[in-house]
């Protein structure tokens, strides 16, 4: 029997089956996670630029970096890689793996090793609330401004501080992506400063359209 071109073709090409979206279902791997994830968020904060991992261009950068490697297993050799001298104790997330395709979500329902900030809002995070009552440490706070190049931006919220003893618990870390000619920063503060930013835009406040809200990763998702 011969089997026309087309129908050959098809034959040759692998069905593709949507991405699967990862969930961490136990409650412990939910917290191995999100104390991974504020710790290196944070972690890179405190370090000089020039010992950041070379990916930590933006506020996105930043937050894939903490993400892949809150997932991974935390060997010896893991904090050697990461220059950790002294790294914390926490437990990793047991099922913690690494998909040679990649841990994000892309616009086609495939999984890549790259996210930018809308992505990482639009197919990897869920929104929450634009109340800041909300914001529980490892969530995300998304920002569009139109008139800059790249308009998404992201902020993480830490919660407590994992390297100073205070009593405040509303600390947030980004990157600052490129400043003109220079490569940009990351930066450190708290909620209540962000909220007298002296850009209103930069505000994260319901009257403001510019804050798009909170939102919080998807495989901390809970429920049916």
């Known amino acids: 029997m011969r089997i026309p071109a087309l ?6 090409t ?7 979206p990862r969930v961490l279902s136990h409650p412990s791997d939910r917290q191995a996670f999100l104390s991974w994830f504020t710790y290196l968020a944070e972690y890179n904060y405190f370090r000089p630029p020039s010992e950041w991992p070379i990916e930590l261009r933006d506020c996105a950068a930043l937050a894939r970096f903490a993400y892949r490697e809150s997932l991974a ?11 950790l001298l002294t790294p914390p104790s926490y437990a990793s997330v047991r099922t913690s793996e690494h ?3 990649g841990l994000f979500r892309g616009n086609s329902d495939e999984i890549l090793h790259f996210a930018d900030a809308d992505t990482l809002r639009r197919r990897n995070s869920h929104f929450l609330s634009r109340d800041l009552a909300a914001a529980r440490p490892g969530d ?3 920002f569009h401004q139109p008139d800059q190049n790249f308009p998404f931006h992201l902020m993480i919220f830490l919660g407590p501080s994992h390297f100073e003893k205070s009593a405040a618990r509303d600390w947030i870390v980004y990157h600052t992506g490129p400043i003109g000619s220079q490569p940009g920063e990351i930066r450190r503060l708290r909620l209540v400063e962000l909220l007298q ?4 835009r930069w505000r994260p406040q319901v009257g403001n359209p510019r804050f798009l809200g909170v939102y919080r990763w998807n495989l901390l998702r809970t429920g049916g």
Do not use: D, N, V
């Open 73 to 83: 297993p935390h060997t010896g050799e893991w904090a050697l890689r990461l220059g």
């Open 7 to 12: 129908a050959f073709l098809l034959l040759l």
């Open 99 to 101: 998909s040679p395709k």
């Open 14 to 20: 692998p069905l593709r089956t949507p991405a699967q």
């Open 197 to 200: 930013h002296p850009e209103p």
């Open 140 to 142: 995300l706070l998304f």
